[in-house]
Structure formats: structure tokens, C-alpha cells
């Protein structure tokens, strides 16, 4: 390890979706960020906020292939084990991916199914989805196409101001690892095109302005404003030395115990299963650290808003509308 001394730093080190062990994400989308930030006692917040894909092919690949909202909004149906429409195919993905989750659960399977067959020229439309399909062996003209929830997206992050600024001064951050405060609960499709490319050239220009600090601007008037919520990490388990196993087990926890539907049992099993490995901080540290705060903040809204949805608080609360802060 090299220290390096620099006036400014950013992060743009993506999101976590390796938290789950279905995901869309690469492999290098550990949370590292939003890690480092914890350590240094950075605010972050809105991590409770994990946005799933409901379409995700299921398949041994990963990051699993994505079938876009566009099939769907071109008419493909979704259907269940007995071939019945169950939802809406044109609602948020929230609500999609929350009524696949509990038809999987009461079926006890771990996919469902998108029927495409009734959409012409699919090859032409979709070459993209096409190629993919056929790698995997299968044919949309004539096959139903296995699919499950997949972690997607992480809503919240580092919290910054609408330059990028964070709460420590010279860290900067842009991209998913930021909280900015343009998602609110839930992220509309594409909006993280706005994450990288608006708010990475605000960064560079505040720079050139001699910018030094935030202001109370965007997620960072949360952080600001008195009496914010806080809450806090949990305590780290007993270190491991297998760091590949803390991975996957931690991998395994979190999708069983902290995905689509979440409880305060499930979200406790998630803590328990929580163990830092042994080491010099690496990638299952850091996703170790992020799953703690994820996790605890997750049973800390005890209500459902956006993505995040507990089963046994239905509804939305007047009393967390406002953002959950770590740090």
C-alpha cells in the first residue's frame, strides 16, 4: 500500500450490487466507496434503497443479462409457474420485481417467466437482447424466458452537495457511490446517465472555482439540518480468514434475508451473518462494511417507500419522509 497525498479526491467507484448474489452489476461493484467513506466517518445515506431489476435472464452468467422494460413495453408478458399474467407488466420496477419476489416465495422457485413470443421481428428490434438469448440457447420466438429480480442499483451513497462536495473537505464524489438527492427513494431508468454525466462535470468545474467544502445544497441540506437522523452501523462480527467465503456467504444472506422483502427477523438473520474477514481492507471487507449499513438502515425505516419495502410496515410513514444518515 502507497499513501498519496492530494488536495482533492473523488469517488467514482459505482454501486454494490455484488452485496447480492444475483445482480446485474460486474464483479468489481463492491461498494468500495461507499466503504471507505464509512471508515472515515463520511456521511452516507439512502443505502436502504436498493433498486432491483425485476427482468434479469435467470442464467448461470453473471452479471445476469438484463431484458429491458422495452420488451415489455413492446407487449411481452410476465407470466408465473402456470402460465398466469400476475401484475401489471408496465409498472415501476419496484412493484414488479415486489410481485415476483412473493409469487417465487408462495411457488418456491427461483424464476419465473417473460413471454416475448408474441413480439415480431424480435431480432431486428432487439439485436442486442437477441444475441444474449442465443448464447444462452434460447429463442424468443418460440421460448418463455426465465427471469428473477436482480440487484441493480444502489439509490443512496456518499451524500454530497449538487457539486459533488461531501461532508469531509478534498473528497468529492460522482456517480452511483453519491447521494446526491435526485433519486429520493426510488430511481426512475436512465437517471443514471444524469449521475455520471451532469454531476462529474460539476465537480471539475467546482474545482476550477477553488470550491473547498459543501454547501447545503441537494442531499447534503439532510446532513445540515438539525436534528437529521442518524443510524448507526452495526457492530462488526468476528473477523474471518476466508475472505472468498465471507463473499459468498455474506452474498447468500443478503439476497435471502435483505432483497425484495424485508422484515425485522430477515433483517437480523442479515446482521447475524454479517462477519468481516481477516486482513488489510479489500473487496469483502468493504462489502462487509456496506451490508452492516445497508442492513441497519433498512431496519430502521420500518416502513415501505420506493425500494425498499418491509413486509411488516406496508405502508409509508410521515415520519420518515427525510433521509436516513450513516456517519
Known amino acids: 500500500m502507497v499513501p498519496l497525498a492530494a488536495a482533492a479526491t473523488l469517488l467514482a467507484t459505482g454501486g454494490a450490487g455484488q452485496l447480492y448474489a444475483v445482480t446485474t452489476n460486474p464483479t468489481q461493484a463492491t461498494g468500495d466507496g461507499v466503504a471507505m467513506a464509512l471508515r472515515a466517518g463520511v456521511a452516507v445515506a439512502d443505502l436502504e434503497f436498493v ?36 401484475v401489471d407488466e408496465l409498472a415501476f420496477r419496484d412493484v414488479v420485481s415486489q410481485a415476483m419476489a412473493r409469487r417465487m416465495l408462495e411457488a418456491g422457485v427461483e424464476h419465473l417467466w417473460l413471454d416475448a413470443t408474441g413480439l415480431e421481428r424480435f431480432g431486428e428490434r432487439f439485436p442486442t437482447i437477441a444475441a444474449e438469448l ?39 464524489a460522482a456517480g452511483e457511490v453519491a447521494c446526491t438527492g435526485v433519486h429520493g427513494a426510488n430511481r426512475l431508468a436512465s437517471n443514471s446517465l444524469l449521475e455520471g454525466m451532469v454531476f462529474a462535470a460539476r465537480v471539475v468545474e467546482a474545482l476550477f472555482r477553488g470550491k473547498d467544502g459543501p454547501e447545503a445544497t441537494g442531499a447534503m441540506r439532510e446532513v445540515s439540518r438539525d436534528g437529521r437522523v442518524v443510524v448507526p452501523p452495526p457492530p462488526p462480527a468476528a473477523a474471518a480468514a476466508d475472505p472468498a467465503k465471507v463473499r459468498e456467504n455474506l452474498q447468500h444472506a443478503m439476497t435471502t434475508y ?3 422483502l424485508r422484515d425485522a427477523a430477515s433483517l437480523a438473520s442479515a446482521a447475524d451473518a454479517i462477519v468481516l474477514p481477516g486482513g488489510p481492507p479489500g473487496e469483502a471487507r468493504n462489502l462487509a ?25 406496508p405502508g409509508r410513514r410521515p415520519e420518515f419522509e427525510r433521509r436516513l444518515v450513516i456517519g
Not at 51 to 70: D, I, K, N, V
Not at 149 to 172: C, E, I, N, Q, R
Not at 303 to 313: N, Q, V
Open 289 to 313: 462494511d456496506v451490508a452492516g449499513a445497508v442492513v441497519a438502515a433498512a431496519a430502521a425505516r420500518e416502513e415501505s417507500r420506493g425500494a425498499h419495502t418491509r413486509t411488516d410496515f
Open 51 to 86: 433498486q432491483f431489476h425485476p427482468t434479469a435472464l435467470h442464467h448461470p452468467q453473471m452479471p445476469r443479462p438484463l431484458l429491458s422494460e422495452a420488451l415489455r413495453g413492446h407487449g411481452a408478458l410476465l407470466r408465473d409457474t402456470g402460465g398466469e399474467q400476475f
Open 134 to 172: 442465443s448464447a444462452a440457447g434460447l429463442d424468443p420466438a418460440s421460448d418463455w424466458l426465465p427471469i428473477a429480480p436482480a440487484a441493480h442499483y444502489l439509490v443512496g451513497g456518499v451524500v454530497t452537495d449538487l457539486d459533488g462536495a461531501t461532508a469531509l473537505p478534498g473528497l468529492w
Open 258 to 260: 435483505a432483497g425484495v
